[in-house]
């Protein structure tokens, strides 16, 4: 199968700026699956199914990014116990005529965590609450806590985020963003917040003397993680994430374990400074 020319992609709205193919290309090459392919397609929530429907026997396998999370598990033939827990699939594995959906995010962030030595936090504090939030959440119980708070602008966006983390055994406190200053007591804060979202809250994170995992990784630093590496706090961003999940997403894809994990970094790094 390495030798026989395979498929596989990235599919979101928008997905133009995705690292993904990058991440993948640069593994295919280490690896020496030289007739591999991945390319970035537009895909909307109402396009996937269709699309799904159209794919040949040379694809192994699909990346989803927003808004496919969740629509991919009801359209998959089988779903990994994580992506039915956490509500979403950032991936697709098409074996044998089969759809499996399985979900690596939370493994991204644990292993980003790890790597950023915040792999052990005794407490924390999760910023947003969509889909990234729910995989944090999940990520946190697997590292050991049994509570985390969730801060959100309207607590009724935050229900579907805080019900993943109660089927992970967290219990889940909801507070909104704008009394923030008052929650700030976590050892560690999560930020799933997209773009410049979290920039308001840059200096009360701060001062609170908590460390920082922000999943957004361009441009870097955000002006949150500015502020506590500023403050002298540790400040990780999401490059890790999707690192390790896309290092996860080709072990799946092709059925190997030797992933080349630093011939991803570098790739991904190299793009990034490009970018920049």
């Not at 980003?112 to 999760?126: D, H, I, R």
């Amino acid at each position: 199968m390495d030798g026989a020319g395979r498929r596989a992609a990235v599919l979101g709205s928008p997905v133009g700026h995705s690292l993904s193919p990058v991440l993948h290309r640069a593994a295919y090459a280490a690896m020496g699956l030289d007739a591999w392919s991945y390319d970035a397609i537009e895909c909307a929530e109402d396009g996937l199914a269709a699309f799904l429907d159209g794919l040949g026997p040379e694809w192994a396998g699909l990346s989803l990014t927003m808004p496919l999370k969740r629509v991919a598990l009801k359209l998959a033939d089988s779903v990994s116990d994580l992506a039915a827990k956490v509500g979403g699939a950032n991936t697709i594995v098409l074996r044998d005529g089969r759809r499996h959906a399985d979900n690596t995010d939370v493994h991204g962030i644990v292993t980003a965590l790890g790597e950023a030595g915040l792999g052990a936090p005794a407490s924390a504090l999760v910023l947003g609450g969509g889909a990234t939030a729910g995989s944090a959440l999940a990520a946190l119980a697997g590292l050991g806590l049994d509570e985390a708070v969730l801060a959100v602008r309207t607590p009724a966006r935050a229900a579907e985020a805080a019900e993943v983390g109660e089927r992970f055994g967290l219990a889940v406190r909801v507070v909104t963003l704008d009394r923030l200053p008052e929650h700030l007591t976590a050892e560690l804060v999560v930020s799933t917040l997209p773009g410049r979202a979290a920039d308001a809250f840059a200096e009360p994170v701060a001062a609170s003397g908590a460390a920082l995992f922000d999943v957004v990784y361009a441009p870097w630093p955000t002006a949150l993680a500015a502020a506590v590496a500023d403050a002298g706090g540790t400040a990780a961003g999401g490059f890790g994430m999707l690192l390790h999940q896309a290092v996860r997403q080709v072990s799946l894809m092709t059925g190997r374990d030797d992933v080349p994990v630093e011939a991803m970094r570098a790739a991904g790094e190299a793009e990034l400074a490009r970018r920049a």
